[in-house]
């Protein structure tokens, strides 16, 4: 049996979106599963649009996300060159090869004279394709042609008008397409580039590609390569395409829109894990026979199998995927998120390298609390700035006249008689404090904790009192309740 080859062709015009990176990552699940390897192609024929700086984020996303690719940019193999502005002479010979076969044929025809094709079509109630004016032109007829200047593109030659080609799905079954749908389509453009149509067909023959793995915008072009590929002889691998991705009102997932960031790398940049964004994309579509919504690496490369990916569109629903991002962030080793933190914490201007280095134990206390309130580490610096600003309060009049109230001082003396009296400060023990004084003291829960609140933190909500505390220190603690006690007294 032949080893299982399937590639990932992403084009370097923009950079990297949720729909191709989930494209990306079946792809290397479906490799993984069956020990085969994933190829990534540059496809770069648009040469106005490409660029580097576009196949560098598609390679550093990539690398981001855990897919590691086996062969082509940026790893070299045995099947190169693996951008395609550098494999236009293979192009050209397979060009010539199905010219002299007789299998394609030059078009000279006009703009002008497409348009007016396009129009007769029209005005016939047909559906407008070429006509096939240039299908056996004579050498004369072409000398002409090229002394008048135009250039040529090269057309397919379509041989059987009512033949039914049939796309074996894994995913959708067999589909059918006839060939009365389609016309001499261009395989060369007239800049001597070739068409995606045929560029694709090459490579993956000449890289061996076993299974093609796309999004299902590509259906469309499925029977055009069906028809190169036996042209040239060529095997014809599998195909899968991929459900389309919507967003929450149902509509195609956009490239870029005001509610939804697209491009992987505003997910990076936010503070998304790159293990829960893994996790979120693999339910773009597909789900294990056991309905689990939280899975490893290892779990997913197990279960996975194409022919359980749902042919109807997915969803893509940032409600959910902040849900699965918060629960890795809240479940994943400490010191791994607070390095993640610490960036953000640095650009809202809390902390710098010194500060890290004398602070570190105090700083991982305080990321340990803030990342039980966040969806993506970009929150930290909000919901740890409490521990980093001076205090202030959200409504200074509304506390003092809280701090004023019967039974709050007698709160506040015991609380901090208490604390001092622990013989571990540890959030457990804090927080048998709170129970003691509810018990102990003649006043209800809430003049316990949230006049407390109030004068540790300036909020009426917050992280944990016992958190809170453990993080503030005693010391700090307990001058912040004898501030709020002469609040009390000040006109």
Known sequence: MSEMRLRFPPSPTGKIHIGNMRTALFNW?????????????????????????????IIKELDWLGIDIDE???????????????????????????????????????????????????????????????RNLSREEELKY??????????????????????NDVIRGDVTFNTSVLDDFIIFKSDGMPTYNFAVVIDDALMKITEV?????????????????????????????????????RAKLKKRS???????????????????????????????PDDKEILTRDEIIKNFELNNINKSAAVFDIDKLN?????????????????????YLKEAGYIDEVFVEKNYEWLKKVIEVARTGVDYLGQIPKEAELFFKKLEFEDKEKAVKEFQEEGVELVFTNLKEKLIDLDEFKPEKISTVFSELIKELPVGGRTVYHPTRL?????????????????????????????????????
Request: charged share 35%; proline share 5%.
């Open 323 to 343: 849900w699965v991002n918060g629960k890795y962030i809240r479940e994943a080793d400490l010191d791994y998120i607070v390095e993640l933190s610490i960036p």
């Open 29 to 57: 699940l479906w490799a993984r599963k069956n020990n085969g390897k994933l190829i990534l192609r540059i496809e770069d024929t648009d040469q106005k649009r490409s660029t580097k700086e576009f196949e560098d984020i």
């Open 72 to 134: 082509g940019a940026g790893v070299g193999g045995e099947y190169g060159p693996y951008r395609q502005s550098e494999r236009l002479v293979l192009y050209q010979k397979y060009a010539e090869k199905l010219l002299k076969k007789a299998k394609a044929y030059r078009c000279y025809c006009s703009e002008e004279e497409l348009g007016q094709m396009r129009k007769d079509a029209l005005a016939r109630g047909d559906m407008p394709k070429y006509n096939g004016h240039c």
């Open 455 to 491: 004068a540790l933190t300036g909020m009426d909500s917050g992280p944990e009192m016992k958190n809170v505390i453990y993080i503030l220190g005693i010391e700090e603690t307990i001058n912040r309740l004898d501030k709020a006690l002469m609040m009390r007294y000040k006109k």
């Open 258 to 288: 005001e509610d939804d960031d697209v491009y992987i790398g505003e997910y990076r940049e936010k503070g998304y894990l790159p293990e829960a964004l893994f996790n979120f994309l693999v339910f773009l579509g597909w789900s294990p």
């Open 146 to 167: 090229i002394e008048e200047g135009r250039k040529p593109v090269i057309r397919y030659r379509l041989t059987e008008e009512d033949k039914d080609i049939v796309v």
């Open 213 to 249: 793995i796309r999004g299902e915008d590509h259906l469309s072009n499925t029977p055009k390569q069906i028809l190169i590929y036996e042209a040239l002889d060529f095997p014809v691998p599998k195909f899968a395409h991929l459900p389309l991705i919507l967003d929450r009102d």
